[in-house]
């Protein structure tokens, strides 16, 4: 069964310092991962989507996210954080059962961002 | 491109009532629709998968005649939450994509619907 572990369920950085949210997943087989955020009182948005092609995959807003299968990671990376990223965020792996594809979601990475 | 809208926003009944929520696909047709529900500072949950023009596959220990789901158009699945109790109270996401075939297949969601069951 695909299942992914976030490893922080709050993370706090300073405005233009690097970001980093911990993802780790579980799968059977070669997976499809995800990263989306969720904004206050908005739908989540795909930051970026590995599937099996270069295992770094890069994202909107600066965001990118490294594929690493020795270590079942998918950790998402950004140079410099801005106020506005600001969010929760979501790791996610996709399992394809039932003739579906259905999204596990991790339970959320809390980003707060301080001037 | 690739927008879902829900409706309403919000809504608070009584306890004892039905809740229909609206899940539209705007700008795309959606073969296959899902259902999440969101607790509180919590992850979000499968509940149920649509597809246009048949039932819906339900996540175990989602009980399938309190959460009535209707895909009846390819823009279009409703959400009908029969004899809302408190305990329903919750934040339901919907998201839409276009097709089932594949694990890549991108889900749009929603902005999310908050129900408060008096």
């Known amino acids: 069964a695909q299942s992914v572990t976030q490893l922080d369920s709050h993370v706090s950085v300073s405005e233009g310092t690097p970001v980093l949210l911990r993802c780790n997943y579980s799968?059977?087989?070669?997976?499809?991962l995800f990263w989306y955020v969720q904004h206050p009182n908005k739908g989540l948005q795909l930051l970026l989507k590995?599937?099996?092609?270069?295992?770094l995959v890069k994202g909107i807003n600066g965001f990118e996210a490294e594929f690493k299968k020795s270590e079942t990671s998918f950790h998402l990376t950004k140079p410099s954080a801005h106020m506005s990223d600001a969010a929760e965020y979501f790791c996610?792996?996709?399992?394809?059962?039932?003739?579906?594809?259905?999204?596990?979601f991790g339970a959320g990475t809390r980003l707060a961002v301080h001037p | 491109g690739a927008v879902v809208s829900q409706h309403p926003s919000r809504v608070i009944c009584k306890s004892g009532t039905s809740v229909k929520i609206e899940c539209r696909s705007l700008?795309?047709?959606?073969?296959?629709m899902f259902w999440y529900r969101q607790f509180p500072k919590q992850s979000l949950m499968l509940m149920a998968t649509?597809?246009?023009?048949?039932?819906?596959?339900?996540e175990q220990g989602v009980e399938k005649d309190k959460f009535l789901i209707n895909h009846a158009s390819l823009t279009l699945s409703t959400l009908t939450v029969t004899s809302a109790h408190p305990e329903d109270s919750s934040f339901y996401i919907c998201?839409?994509?276009?097709?089932?075939?594949?694990?890549?297949?991108?889900?749009?969601f929603g902005p999310g619907t908050r129900l408060t069951v008096l």
């Open positions: 998201s839409a994509s276009t097709g089932r075939e594949t694990s890549t297949d991108t889900q749009y």
């Open positions: 799968s059977s087989y070669s997976p499809s």
């Open positions: 590995y599937t099996s092609a270069a295992t």
């Open positions: 996610v792996v996709s399992s394809f059962s039932g003739g579906y594809n259905k999204l596990i």
């Open positions: 700008d795309f047709q959606a073969t296959t």
């Open positions: 649509s597809n246009e023009g048949s039932k819906a596959t339900y």
